[in-house]
């Protein structure tokens, strides 16, 4: 096809790969049941509807810490006219739009360096990564990924022309980038190395004298933050809800240093190595001062200098609060490392020596030194959607032939980068698009399965909106440690009715989810340790848990967690009975033993429904006294009914131990007061 033919067709092609990128992404995502990363999606979602009402970022009524602003704006619209399941199903309909989207800026910026035939390759490229999976997943990625990249799009734009409107661009575009995501942050590190990259490249501080008004910009409103947040909250309010992350002494600098070597191996996978051979081989020859072109030199100190600061931002992060790579922090870095690698190709991809030998050795060890069997696990999954694939790979392989093709893989492209004919080199753009989409369609499908086995261990298949179902208003949730702790955001999330947390003393609850510590007295009644008035209409706990009212919803229990009761009750909300040891499906095996306590106890009788399993004997004790003992024969079913101690009055509890030798089974545990 002549040049100037595939030129004109080049905004068409650009226009049918978006349309393409967002049906294809959208399509994937619609299996997935997202929410699925606690608390993360659950609350950016919970923030959003807060937003469109015009309670501001509140949750459960309560201010809480900055996150983001314009990523919850976006989520919560679609909320303000639709259910939540079809709200949610439009929020990834509009994701797979606005990351698809991001290959406009990377072709519209590759254009004129590398022309339209490769700009479209690098289009392709950014639209390719397994990160996209995150279009079907309430995550800030999946708007960050673009406000991002046309940051470091204006950055380059700047130090190619610093024009006075080329820089209010330039602030724009990181304002927005902050509103999205905090880690924006680091856009201010990002034009200083820039500048400074740029600066030895020309052998001048030129570069920073022609950005003096964008510096000064920053300069002023980093005082304005500080002095505000300060002002708001003292010091430890600067970095909003990530204000631990300024906790310096939590820092090891051994676990930062293997943390930023992990980080900078996961930039190799997201980019399958190649590209990042082409921006390094760009670097060492603008820094040699044998770049002409102020736009290529441009692009390579805006992408070298974001990918270094991204890299050391999540390397620290990561190496408190992670045990793997954190790939969704790092996603926003392949845009423009792509857009080098366009130019890189155009150029005929010119390898000078010793500087590629020494870049792509750089680049395979920082791939080969990741350990393989901390990042390839499930538990990484929601963070790192590039490993899903060498997963699931390792489980069809041995170890060492797992680790063999993986090293021999990664040889093999990086050698064909160093060593493959020029004419030749070209196909190496196919290869690293043939290695990102099978990737994606990988992580794809896995996590819409992983995100459908969550919903099921959650709901065990009952309607997410269960609570709301009831018609029930002002319901406290009560968290007693029973369940998982992400359910307690899976049924915030769900259910609109739920206007209160209610913490059992002792339990865990993650997360920054307002909640009102209780205890229970010895007659059950919950109260709070604030002292304040609890003031709920009904109560949906654990079936662990009974509250003293009408039973009037339920929720099955799932494979891993017990189910829940919704109770309307009459203040003050009071336990009757809990039940805590149990399995999910009401067993119990040899050598353990479940705790019943009934509160408020009073003259009556413990009454049980037990299922023999394999005929080991089984007691119900009482402060290490037998009242009932039985062998209970395979298939037989013994109901013991146990009277309560003597002295039971009502003002207080009674506690009974269920032990057994080997497994049995159980259908009902109550406490029947005599009539």
């Known amino acids: 096809m002549p040049r100037h033919r595939a030129t004109g067709l080049a905004p068409l092609l650009l226009g049918a790969l978006v349309v393409a990128s967002s049906a294809a992404r959208f399509a994937l995502s619609r299996g997935v049941d997202a929410p699925w990363i606690a608390p993360d999606e659950q609350l950016y979602g919970l923030l959003g509807r807060s937003m469109v009402a015009g309670d501001g970022l509140t949750l459960l009524g309560q201010p809480i810490p900055y996150y983001s602003l314009l990523y919850p704006l976006f989520v919560g619209l679609p909320f303000t006219v639709l259910g939540l399941e079809d709200a949610v199903r439009t929020v990834q309909l509009l994701q797979a739009v606005a990351m698809s989207l991001t290959a406009v800026p990377v072709f519209l910026w590759a254009r004129p360096l590398a022309g339209a035939r490769w700009s479209l390759v690098a289009a392709a490229l950014t639209v390719l990564i397994p990160g996209l999976a995150y279009s079907g997943l309430l995550m800030s990625e999946a708007l960050y990924y673009l406000v991002a990249t046309l940051a470091v799009w204006a950055l380059a734009a700047c130090l190619s022309r610093p024009t006075l409107l080329r820089q209010a661009l330039l602030l724009g575009a990181v304002g927005i980038a902050f509103g999205t995501r905090l880690q924006a942050v680091g856009l201010a590190g990002t034009i200083v190395l820039a500048l400074l990259l740029l600066a030895v490249a020309e052998r001048s501080f030129a570069p920073f004298r022609r950005l003096l008004p964008t510096l000064s910009v920053f300069g002023v409103a980093g005082v304005v933050w500080v002095a505000a947040r300060v002002r708001a909250g003292g010091f430890g309010e600067l970095l909003g809800a990530y204000a631990p992350l300024a906790q310096a002494d939590e820092y090891s600098p051994g676990d930062i240093a293997q943390s930023l070597a992990w980080q900078t191996g996961a930039v190799v996978l997201v980019t399958v190595g190649v590209p990042l051979v082409a921006l390094g081989i760009l670097a060492w020859q603008m820094l040699r001062r ?12 805006s992408a070298l200098a974001y990918a270094v600061v991204t890299v050391v931002l999540v390397g620290a992060f990561a190496s408190r609060f992670v045990e793997h790579v954190t790939e969704r922090q790092l996603l926003s870095v392949a845009p423009p490392v792509f857009v080098a690698f366009a130019v890189w190709l155009r150029r005929g991809a010119p390898r000078p ?3 590629t030998s020494i870049v792509a050795f750089v680049v395979a060890a920082a791939a080969l030194l990741l350990p393989l069997d901390r990042v390839t696990t499930p538990a990484a999954y929601a963070d790192s959607p590039s490993m899903i694939s060498l997963d699931q790979l390792s489980r069809h392989l041995d170890k060492s032939a797992f680790e063999a093709l993986y090293a021999g893989t990664l040889a093999v492209l990086l050698l064909a980068a160093v060593l493959l004919p020029r004419r030749a080199v070209p196909a190496l753009a196919a290869v690293v ?13 896995q996590i819409r399965d992983r995100s459908q086995t969550e919903r099921l261990r959650t709901f065990a298949g009952a309607p997410v909106d269960w609570i709301d179902a009831a ?16 359910s307690t955001w899976e049924q915030l999330f769900w259910n609109e009715s739920v206007s209160k947390v209610l913490r059992l003393r002792g339990a865990e609850s993650p997360g920054i989810v307002p909640q009102e510590v209780v205890t229970a007295d010895p007659d059950g009644v919950l109260e709070s340790r604030s002292g304040r008035d609890l003031d709920v209409r009904a109560v949906a706990a654990p079936t662990g848990t009974s509250i003293v009212g009408d039973e009037i919803a339920a929720l ?4 891993e967690q017990p189910g829940m009761v919704l109770w309307r009750v009459e203040p003050p909300a009071r336990i009757s009975r809990r039940v805590v040891g149990l399995h999910p499906n009401g067993d119990l095996y040899g050598g353990e033993s479940a705790r019943i306590i009934v509160y408020g106890c009073r003259p009556g009788s413990l009454e049980l429904t037990l299922l023999g399993k394999q005929g080991v004997s089984t007691r119900i004790t009482s402060r290490g006294a037998v009242l009932a003992e039985r062998a209970i024969a395979p298939n037989e079913v013994w109901r013991p009914a146990v009277p309560a101690p003597r002295g039971a009055d009502g003002s207080g509890r009674c506690v009974f131990e269920l ?6 089974g159980s259908t009902r545990i109550d406490f029947v007061p005599r009539s």
């Open 433 to 445: 698009a043939v290695a990102l989409a099978g990737a994606s369609l990988v992580a794809s499908i």
């Open 353 to 355: 020596q010793p500087a």
């Open 556 to 559: 099955p229990a799932s494979f």
């Open 471 to 486: 018609g029930e208003r002002d319901v406290g949730l009560l968290v007693t440690d029973e369940r998982l702790w992400p």
């Open 659 to 664: 032990e057994t030798d080997g497994l049995i």
């Open 290 to 301: 044998d770049e002409r072109d102020s736009g290529v030199r441009a692009l390579v100190a």
